[in-house]
């Protein structure tokens, strides 16, 4: 398919405006976001900060096949 000189600016144009068309639909106003609650709601997950031991399980599971790093047993 070949495009006229006659095409290409009004393609050209077309597409600006559709471009410009697209940016104007997008930048409308915004959304209102619901107001924000005066305390903060209590967290669900906390982390604990504690100090690595070394320890000896008393249990020993056995392990068959192929086993990857991150399946290793114990």
């Known amino acids: ?3 006229s000189k006659f095409q290409l600016p009004l393609l050209t144009v077309l597409t600006i405006a559709l471009a410009a068309a697209f ?10 976001q619901a107001p924000a609650a005066s305390a903060a709601p209590k967290a669900a997950l906390t982390v604990k900060r504690v100090i ?3 320890s000896t399980w008393p249990q020993t ?3 068959t096949g192929s086993v990857a ?6």
């Open 1 to 3: 398919m070949k495009i």
């Open 23 to 32: 940016v104007a639909a997008m930048s409308g106003p915004a959304e209102a």
């Open 52 to 54: 690595a031991q070394q």
């Open 61 to 63: 599971l056995s392990g």
């Open 69 to 74: 790093a991150w399946q290793e047993v114990v």
